[in-house]
């Protein structure tokens, strides 16, 4: 179920149980002050208990958006070290650079398939060992450049277990979502606070177009819960600039290594 129907689901269901209570107030008359009164305490804890959880959630997920977008930048810093460091040397037809120009080109199509005219599929550790073994290889061909010290080597070799550990903690907070009963428990005491709502208030049709409002408030909460846990799809996404610069920079490092290579014609 895509985000959008779920969201629309529970502004439904918000508003139906709303609905169920204007209905009760309606047709069973309230003739003491007892229930009354208790309705609207239970719904004052309801609100008290609903408000502070979704706050807390939302407040969590905004900060799990904001440490996926931190963990591509150290990403993309620890990838354009490599590339000037991998620059310094005179490597034979430049393998490495363009081993690490795959590596990025493939990050930028796992993580926006949209800008590459693919699908969305699912990131996972399966990733990781592709990036690894492109690591590994570049690692080997640094070690054999003419000029190259241990110094350079050790470098290359700390950034390339910063790029695993990076990846790794971007992978594993991809597959820490929010747990679906959480949501469920969560948007059931919105249904039960909208029902008291309904309960204690008059029936009519302004009442019911204040409760249509507050039922699609509810479920936007529920659309940015999702779409800032999702952060590589969605509306919300984390921003590719830093990547796409990095990517036009080696790509006019490509296009200038392959022109120097031409050879020279004569007339």
Same mark, same amino acid.
């Given at each position: 179920?895509?985000?959008?129907?779920?969201?629309?689901?529970?502004?439904?269901?918000?508003?139906?149980? =709303?609905?169920?209570?204007?209905?009760?107030?309606?047709?069973?008359?309230?003739?003491?002050?007892?229930?009354?009164?208790?309705?609207?305490?239970?719904?004052?804890?309801?609100?008290?208990?609903?408000?502070?959880?979704?706050?807390?959630?939302?407040?969590?997920?905004?900060?799990? /958006?904001?440490?996926?977008?931190?963990?591509?930048?150290?990403?993309?810093?620890?990838?354009?070290?490599?590339?000037?460091?991998?620059?310094?040397?005179?490597?034979?037809?430049?393998?490495?650079?363009?081993?690490?120009?795959?590596?990025?080109?493939?990050?930028?199509?796992?993580?926006?398939?949209?800008?590459?005219?693919?699908?969305?599929?699912?990131?996972?550790?399966?990733?990781l060992s592709d990036d690894i073994d492109g690591m590994i290889e570049i690692n080997k061909i640094a070690e054999?450049?003419?000029?190259? #010290?241990?110094?350079?080597?050790? =470098?290359?070799?700390?950034?390339?277990?910063? /790029?695993? #550990? #990076?990846?790794?903690?971007?992978?594993?907070?991809?597959?820490?979502?929010?747990?679906?009963?959480?949501?469920?428990?969560?948007?059931?005491? =919105?249904?039960?606070?909208?029902?008291?709502?309904?309960?204690?208030?008059?029936?009519?049709?302004?009442?019911?177009?204040?409760?249509?409002?507050?039922?699609?408030?509810?479920?936007?909460?529920?659309?940015?819960?999702?779409?800032?846990?999702?952060?590589?799809?969605?509306? /919300?996404?984390?921003?590719?600039?830093?990547?796409?610069?990095?990517?036009?920079?080696?790509?006019?490092?490509?296009?200038?290594?392959?022109?120097?290579?031409?050879?020279? #014609?004569?007339?």
């Amino acid at each position: 179920m895509s985000t959008l129907s779920r969201c629309a689901l529970v502004a439904l269901m918000v508003l139906c149980f =709303a609905i169920l209570g204007m209905s009760i107030h309606e047709f069973i008359p309230f003739q003491m002050s007892f229930p009354m009164d208790m309705a609207r305490s239970i719904s004052g804890l309801v609100g008290t208990l609903f408000a502070i959880v979704l706050g807390l959630l939302v407040s969590s997920s905004y900060n799990a /958006f904001n440490g996926h977008q931190a963990d591509l930048n150290s990403l993309v810093t620890v990838l354009a070290n490599i590339d000037l460091l991998l620059k310094r040397f005179q490597a034979k037809d430049n393998a490495s650079r363009h081993i690490l120009r795959e590596i990025v080109i493939a990050l930028h199509c796992r993580y926006w398939p949209e800008k590459n005219g693919t699908h969305w599929k699912k990131v996972g550790y399966a990733n990781l060992s592709d990036d690894i073994d492109g690591m590994i290889e570049i690692n080997k061909i640094a070690e054999s450049m003419p000029g190259v #010290t241990q110094d350079d080597i050790n =470098a290359i070799r700390q950034l390339s277990s910063n /790029f695993v #550990t #990076t990846q790794s903690n971007i992978i594993r907070n991809l597959s820490n979502q929010v747990p679906s009963l959480l949501l469920f428990i969560i948007f059931g005491w =919105a249904c039960l606070l909208f029902f008291l709502y309904g309960c204690t208030g008059e029936a009519s049709l302004f009442s019911a177009f204040l409760l249509s409002m507050g039922s699609l408030a509810v479920a936007s909460t529920n659309f940015l819960i999702l779409e800032l846990t999702q952060p590589y799809h969605g509306i /919300f996404k984390v921003s590719s600039a830093a990547l796409d610069l990095l990517i036009d920079s080696m790509n006019k490092d490509q296009q200038e290594l392959s022109s120097n290579k031409q050879p020279a #014609t004569f007339i």
